[in-house]
């Protein structure tokens, strides 16, 4: 699947998210001074101004903040996994943080806002479409 | 957990009552047109100087949209139009946000003597490049954005619709809509385009039945709660209140307009207040320069790309308490012919983005410029004040128009 739509690996700013994902971890960036998570990366704080981040694991439950069911993809590189769900995540213990990614958990009818999800490092095309990157999906 | 607000508004001067718009002209909107949109842009202008009674040699400003494609710039003015005098150019013009915001850009112009007839136009052929697959389009801007290219497009959360369906979830869920009342807003606007004769789906007919019956698309939304992509342009001329008396049809006055931002910008699944718009800072601030409240607004039209922004805007411009949009706009309630002494409120009564065409918005300026000059499709009765709310998702505007002396 050479045309699906890979993320930016070399970008200086969004390099630590994916070197961590390739070790199965999942981190953001943390204002130095303070404290505040910031998401996406961004060169200064929106809370304090602060220029210094520290990409920092998270470790809190995730939850399902919400989602939409993709019947008729209109990106055709994902054609093949329809239906696919792109869900928005919330962590408790870090606020400011909406993670996106892809719940691959079945079930689509059962799920619920605020539901607990596991995060489940797979393959970025999964389920069926082999791009070889670890990525953050749910389940 | 912050102070912080999630947004707020751009510094503006008054301009209450400075500009008027006297002169609005459209293309034919048709799906897949293969027509050259600086073309379409040219037959659009050319029709609005006609409908104000001026030539093109009378034309000393030009706005356009700088950074998008395919805009008819001040080159193309002089290309089409011949005229070789000084031009005052703005690439603050064009459509959604700026669709509302071009006159306050075209006030301050007049106001320092730059400039004294000002068009503002708007094309776009996406339905034909969307046909080619030459890879322009609505999703494109997005696309190449590197957060979005680098966060959301790998994981499916891409393009638009995906992220307002996410977002009309989050809003029946915090405040209990229901898809029939999202539906609600499908079916007026779809009526309202089966009167209107320059409404592309003008021979299509919906019913909520139909609607419902409909099957899921982007869920919670159906094809019907997405706008139209279809080819066309519009434009409308501007120039001082007090000399537009001198136009050839009465004159529309800029009565209060307001700009205001979400600091997320576009980045819709990091907005906090993702269940609002930027409407809620700059509609009340354009109500107050022109000495109004939402009661006052005899007709809206507002930037319609899903049903859900439309709901989220009537809430956030004051037309009903926030989250009970859904609630609201149940029945006729946006129909033109009920009126909001009968506790209507006409809303986007050529179709909008859902049903008539687009042309991001420009049109739905036109089409209220129609309203209170009276000659509208759908009029409302004695409309006297008229509303545009403008959204790109990290801006909205507010434009208010009153009918000239």
Known sequence: MMDFPLPNFAHESLKPFWDAAASRKLVFPRCTACGAFCWYPRPNCPECGGADFTWTEIGGVARLFSWAVVRRALHAPLKP???????????????????????????????TIGQEVRITFDDLGCPGIHTDILAPLCS | MTSRNWGGLVPYEDIAGEVAIVGVGETAHTANSGRDPIAMAAEAIAAALDDAGLRPDQVDGVMFRGGMKDQFTDADFRRYFGTDRALWVSAEGGAMTWAGTAPYEAALAIREKKASVIVNAFTVDWASQTKANTGGGPGEYHREDLMKGSFEVPFGFYPQPVYFAAIARRHMHEFGTTEAQLGAI???????????????????LLTLEDYLARPPFIDPFRVEDCCLISDGAAAYVMTAADRARDCAKPPVIVRGVAESFDEADTFFAQHRAITSTPQ???????????????ADVDVLAVYDPFTIVALMQ?????FCEKGSGGVFVEGDRLDF??????????????GGLLSHSYVLGISHVVELVRQLRGEAANQVADAQIA???????????????????
């Open chain 2, 314 to 318: 009537i809430e956030d411009m004051g």
């Open chain 2, 186 to 204: 499908a079916i007026s606007s779809r009526r309202h385009a089966n009167t209107h004769p320059g409404a592309v789906m003008r021979e299509k």
């Open chain 2, 280 to 294: 809620a800072f700059c509609a009340p601030a354009a109500y107050r320069m022109a000495g109004i409240g939402a």
């Open chain 2, 337 to 350: 012919r009920r009126g909001r002494a009968r506790g209507g409120l006409p809303f986007n009564t050529h």
């Open chain 1, 81 to 111: 996994i329809v239906p696919y769900v792109p869900v928005i995540l919330e962590f408790d213990g870090a606020p400011g943080v909406r993670l996106v990614t892809r719940w691959i958990g079945g079930d689509i009818g059962g799920l």
């Open chain 2, 387 to 405: 509303v545009y709310g403008g959204f790109t998702g990290g801006t909205c505007s507010t434009l208010v128009l009153g009918k000239g002396g």
